[in-house]
Nanobody
Framework: QVQLVESGGGEVQAGGSLRLSCVGS????????MAWFRQAPGKEREFVAG????????DYSDSVKDRFAISRDNTGNTIHLQMNSLKPEDTAVYSC????????????????????WGQGTQVTVSS
């Protein structure tokens, strides 16, 4: 059974930091992009950050660029999202996703391009 399990969510004050982790199992993720999406109440799910199967190519949404950093460990099945300078508008459920990397140079940003999803972890940033 293919699974992605997120951890590390919680509540933090504005300006603080959190580190999310996602561990995959039941599948070889060696040719998959792994990414983070988030969904706030009443809003569409949006791409946050993604990393290529090699770990050498990453992409970020404009809203988190320069504040968040995605990384992938050597096993290839674990990613982390370091979130700094958090803002109340970052409050959302953050979900991990994986999908076959169609192009070696592109990290997909559309949710429809990802096949496997985790259950999500809540991040709440208070002002």
């Amino acid at each position: 059974q293919v699974q992605l399990v997120e951890s590390g969510g919680g509540e933090v004050q504005a300006g603080g930091s959190l580190r999310l982790s996602c561990v995959g199992s039941g599948h070889s993720f060696s040719k998959d992009v792994m990414a983070w999406f988030r969904q706030a109440p009443g809003k569409e799910r949006e791409f946050v950050a993604g990393v290529s199967w090699s770990g050498t190519i990453s992409d970020y949404s404009d809203s988190v660029k320069d504040r968040f950093a995605i990384s992938r460990d050597n096993t290839g099945n674990t990613i982390h999202l370091q979130m700094n300078s958090l803002k109340p508008e970052d409050t959302a459920v953050y979900s991990c996703a994986s999908g076959w990397q169609r192009s070696p140079w592109v990290v997909m940003t559309g949710s429809a391009e990802y096949e496997t999803w985790g259950q999500g972890t809540q991040v709440t940033v208070s002002s």
